[in-house]
């Protein structure tokens, strides 16, 4: 059973544009973490929202966790090539077990 | 600051035959996850480790089993090997148990292709 769904699964858009990538689900989640990896390695850890409604920037990228810890959100604005990869958001429900979204492949081109 | 290791990066081996995938985790980490990654989807969750037992468990069969050792290192193993155990293994490290939220450092993984 997939517990988290993501949208859009492909993203192709040019340099320069803003973009959202959504993580939704039915559960109650006690912290989501936002993934992104490269083809051939592991996922690399972007950032953990634990509290409902949280805020989180990372230079660019900008995560939301949901009020009621149900969905989260990725927002990049300005997308250069250097953010193309799968982004995977994966949420914790109070086991330190990982349950990973589909993913959301994103492709910028120059 | 040493990351999460994993070895062979690679492995071919044959239908029927047994394989073991080996993770040291981060400094200072003491539990180990396993997930497994068949191409384009995200990870599956297999099994944890903390304090040399397994703690949690994924819908995987008996034919994935592990170890973990006392520098808290730890190994995965598959049993007669299926073409549809081909994917990338993947080993993530944390610190403590059943806290909830503590963050997982994933290693670069094992590329298992099975012929």
């Known amino acids: 059973t997939q517990l988290l769904e993501q949208s859009p699964q492909f993203l192709s858009i040019q340099e320069g544009e803003n973009l959202t990538v959504y993580c939704n689900s039915s559960s109650v989640f006690s912290s989501l973490q936002w993934y992104r990896q490269e083809p051939g390695e592991g996922p690399v850890l972007l950032v953990t929202v634990v509290t409902g409604g949280e805020v989180k920037k990372l230079k660019r990228l900008t995560f939301q966790f949901g009020d009621a810890r149900k969905d989260s959100s990725l927002h990049i604005t300005a997308a250069q090539p250097g953010d193309t990869g799968l982004y995977l958001c994966?949420?914790?429900?109070?086991?330190?077990?990982?349950?990973f979204g589909t993913g959301t492949r994103l492709q910028v081109f120059p | 600051d040493a990351g999460v290791t994993q070895s062979p990066t690679h492995l071919i081996k044959t239908r029927g035959q047994q394989v073991t995938l080996r993770c040291s985790p981060k400094?200072?980490?003491?539990?180990v996850s396993w997930y497994q990654q068949a191409l384009g989807q995200g990870p599956q969750f297999i099994f944890q480790?903390?304090?040399?037992?397994?703690?949690q468990r994924g819908n995987f069969p008996d034919r994935f089993s592990g170890h973990q050792f006392p520098n808290y290192s730890s190994e995965l193993n598959v049993n007669a090997l299926l073409l549809g155990d081909s994917a990338l293994y993947l080993c993530?490290?944390?610190?403590?148990?059943?806290?909830?939220?503590?963050?997982?450092?994933f290693g670069p993984g094992t590329r298992l292709t099975v012929t």
């Open positions: 480790y903390y304090e040399e037992e397994e703690r």
């Open positions: 993530a490290s944390s610190l403590g148990y059943m806290t909830g939220g503590d963050e997982q450092y």
């Open positions: 994966a949420g914790d429900i109070w086991t330190d077990k990982l349950i």
């Open positions: 400094s200072g980490h003491d539990t």
